[in-house]
């Protein structure tokens, strides 16, 4: 069932996704050369504190880390680590936080120093996939069309969605009723309605879509060992379009 907020809800939702923005902006001013996930992740979670706010992953299913941290080849569900970024690389930092009840979840692909053309213009269109999810997003509108809306913009330049990994609705949960693909035919599943909050996450691969989970259980990788990107927003469905939640 998707769980329709009502302006309270919605009003204490700004409230953490607003928080997961902000945090997440003073990481991003933090990836260059030489820095850990590890550090990103304690100041994430410092951050947090400071806020009275929960870090929304940590113990998540038994994950370890406040942050998501995965570079280059790593889809999702890195965990932080002491090894330093270096020039070149790319990281995904996904991060919620729970506050007042409810849940924000937002993430970047973040470029460590000077990256490649091919690094640069995968986050480009992986960024703009998401872009063009939240751009169809209205009441009355079927939920495959976000899905369909994303696939078409990553796959026109080349690149792959990944299937394994969807959005999902948020609210007094991390993850609700409806699970979003980023590849779909338009025109199915439910319409959406105003109230409803949705993270679109789309997950973008250079090379196959395919991707294979290591053996901590968590860390997705792509199975081709080329690069893959990850952008999401937590976006309310409006009377009139959509709300992006945790931008700041
Ligand atoms: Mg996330
Ligand atoms: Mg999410």
Not at 49 to 78: D, E, M, Q, W
Not at 133 to 150: F, N, T, Y
Request: some cysteine.
């Amino acid at each position: 069932m998707i769980i329709v907020k009502t302006p309270q809800e919605l009003a204490k939702m700004r409230v953490s996704c607003r928080m997961v923005a902000e945090i997440l902006h003073e990481l991003s001013t933090l990836v260059v050369p030489g820095v850990t996930t590890w550090d990103l992740d304690r100041l994430a979670e410092e951050s947090c504190l400071k806020r009275n706010a929960v870090p929304a992953f940590k113990g998540y299913g038994g994950f370890p880390c406040s942050i998501c941290a995965s570079p280059n080849n790593t889809v999702v569900h890195g965990f932080a680590t002491k090894e330093p970024l270096s020039a070149g690389d790319i990281v995904s930092i996904d991060f919620g936080v729970l506050y007042d009840g409810f849940y924000g979840d937002s993430a970047v692909t973040l470029p460590v120093g000077a990256v490649d053309d091919d690094k640069k213009r995968l986050m480009d269109v992986t960024k703009a996939s998401l872009v063009a999810g939240i751009k169809v997003v209205a009441p009355g509108v079927c939920l495959s069309d976000v899905s369909s809306a994303v696939q078409v913009v990553a796959e026109a330049a080349g690149f792959s969605v990944v299937r394994e990994f969807v959005g999902h609705g948020i609210g007094r949960s991390l993850h609700e009723d409806p699970q979003i693909p980023n590849y779909g035919k338009a025109g199915f599943g439910p319409k959406l309605k105003a109230g409803m909050v949705l993270a679109i996450e789309p997950m973008v691969n250079a090379g196959t879509h395919h991707v294979q989970v290591l053996g901590d259980g968590w860390t997705a990788v792509t199975r081709d060992g080329r690069s893959s990107a990850h952008f999401e927003h937590s976006v309310a469905v409006t009377e009139d379009g959509a709300e992006i939640l945790t931008r700041l």
